[in-house]
Nanobody, 124 residues
């Protein structure tokens, strides 16, 4: 059974940085495209970023381009999201996602597995 576990969330002030991590267990990490989603209170879950199998291709939603960086380490079964210049509108629960069939599915909101989520709160 695949499990995704996120860590690294917290409460920060606007302009600060946070680094989220996601660790996979239960299957071969390098077989999955990976991504991050977020859900703010009262809003639908939205795509944030995705990375392909070898980490060579990344995608971002427009609102985080230039501020967030997604990366992965297949040897450690981990994926990270470096978040810089955080804004109050980045406040949300952030979810790790894994899609066996590629980043296109993630960008369309589909995932085979989801983590439990980690809270990111950015104060103004």
């Amino acid at each position: 059974q695949v499990q995704l576990v996120e860590s690294g969330g917290g409460l920060v002030q606007a302009g600060a940085s946070l680094r989220l991590s996601c660790t996979m267990s239960g299957d071969t990490f390098s077989r999955y495209a990976m991504g991050w989603f977020r859900q703010a209170p009262g809003k639908e879950r939205e795509f944030v970023a995705a990375i392909n199998l070898d980490g060579g291709t990344t995608y971002y939603t427009d609102s985080v381009k230039g501020r967030f960086t997604i990366s992965r380490d297949n040897a450690k079964n981990t994926m990270d999201l470096q978040m810089n210049s955080l804004k109050p509108e980045d406040t949300a629960v952030y979810y790790c996602a894994a899609n066996r069939y590629g980043t296109a599915g993630l960008r369309a909101g589909r995932s085979d597995y989801w983590g439990q989520g980690t809270q990111v709160t950015v104060s103004s």
